[in-house]
């Protein structure tokens, strides 16, 4: 049987509070990586686009650099965590000013699937082999015109 294999893929510093992004990773949390796509698409909130675009990018990863089965793929961890936050301040009446916080997260998502299975390359015994014409080799002449050399 098949191993399974764990992948990861990170995006950092997302401008939105952990809070909202968790909400909408906890819709997707544990599901296979092709119905929180689906769930994603359908979500009115502005955090769905960013934690589609870290399930997308683990699920991409799992297939183009570690060759996995993009049918097997299962969503295992997914973490939001707060990130740096910036300190900016509001003018107020009277010469005050209230600060405030922009809140930044980032998002972990780690995919578990199984590799595809290799395909064996078929050697076909009763065939002839065609022998191959010779390649031409080609010139070009200062007035850019192809000339065919034997």
């Known amino acids: 049987m098949a191993e399974s294999i764990t992948v990861r893929a990170f995006i950092?510093?997302?401008?939105?509070?952990?809070?909202?992004?968790?909400?909408?990773?906890?819709l997707v949390r544990g599901r296979s990586v092709a119905d929180a796509l689906v769930i994603l698409d359908h979500t009115p909130r502005r955090a769905a686009l960013a934690v589609k675009k870290a399930i997308a990018s683990a699920a991409a990863n799992a297939t183009n650099n570690h060759g996995l089965d993009n049918k097997t793929l299962v969503i295992s961890t997914l973490n939001v965590t707060a990130g740096p936050r910036m300190r900016r301040y509001k003018p107020a009446?009277?010469?005050?000013?209230?600060?405030f916080e922009k809140k930044s997260s980032h998002i972990l998502v780690e995919v578990t699937?199984?590799?595809?299975?290799?395909?064996?390359?078929?050697i076909k015994k009763d065939?002839?082999?065609v022998?191959?014409?010779?390649?031409?080799?080609?010139?070009v002449k200062k007035n850019d015109k192809k000339v065919e050399e034997k």
Do not use: C
Request: glycine share 6%; net charge positive; aromatic share 0%.
């Open 12 to 26: 950092k510093g997302i401008d939105q509070t952990p809070r909202k992004v968790s909400i909408v990773a906890s």
């Open 93 to 99: 009446s009277r010469g005050r000013a209230l600060p």
């Open 113 to 122: 699937g199984t590799e595809k299975p290799k395909k064996k390359p078929a």
């Open 127 to 129: 065939e002839p082999k």
């Open 131 to 139: 022998a191959k014409k010779p390649a031409t080799k080609t010139a």
